[in-house]
Nanobody, 122 residues
Framework: QVQLVESGGGLVQAGGSLRLSCAAS?????MGWFRQAPGKELEFVAF????????YYTDAVKGRFTISRDNAKNTVYLQMNSLKPEDTAVYSC??????????????????WGQGTQVTVSS
């Protein structure tokens, strides 16, 4: 079994920054970040392959968010800059076991963290 634990969420004013972390047990995987705002469907945010060579973002965060990983620490990060109120959501990390270059749908991920709340005030 793989355990994923997110941290780093909190309350921030619009224009501010947060860095989310996802600590994983066991082996490394291709990883993704998803978010879900109240009353909204689960939304893909960012993807990074197991060695970090392939990265992809949803258009809503491109240029503001950066996904990275440190495989020695089994940790994936999501640096969020220039935050907007519409970024408010529960953010979850997920691990995939496939070798695809880009994974953007929740069904492609096998393991999930518990989520961390990000709230951006206007």
């Amino acid at each position: 079994q793989v355990q994923l634990v997110e941290s780093g969420g909190g309350l921030v004013q619009a224009g501010g920054s947060l860095r989310l972390s996802c600590a994983a047990s066991g082996r490394t995987f291709s990883m993704g970040w998803f978010r879900q705002a109240p009353g909204k469907e689960l939304e893909f945010v960012a993807f990074i392959s197991w060695r970090g060579g392939s990265i992809y973002y949803t258009d809503a965060v491109k240029g503001r968010f950066t996904i990275s990983r440190d495989n020695a620490k089994n940790t994936v990060y999501l640096q969020m800059n220039s935050l907007k109120p519409e970024d408010t959501a529960v953010y979850s990390c997920a691990a995939a076991t496939t070798r695809a270059t880009i994974l953007t749908t929740s069904r492609e991920y096998r393991y999930w963290g518990q989520g961390t709340q990000v709230t951006v005030s206007s």
